[in-house]
């Protein structure tokens, strides 16, 4: 299993659903979770085929959303 921990704008209930309905239909994403107290709303997911950062704001930009890779 692999994690990606990323920054993002999700600092909504509404706006956690709309990530819902993309990542919980991804075939490689087991499971993923976000943190709307964290300062960096961090998007936590964990996948088990090639997934990046960029594939992933890919998915939630046409929603207004947008995620990076949270440098550590």
Known sequence: MNLLILK????TRKKERLVARVLNH???IERWTVDREDVDHVLRIEYHSALTDADIDALLRPFGLYC???PE
């Open 8 to 11: 993002s704008n999700i600092r």
């Open 26 to 28: 991804h075939p490689s």
């Open 68 to 70: 990076k890779d949270l």
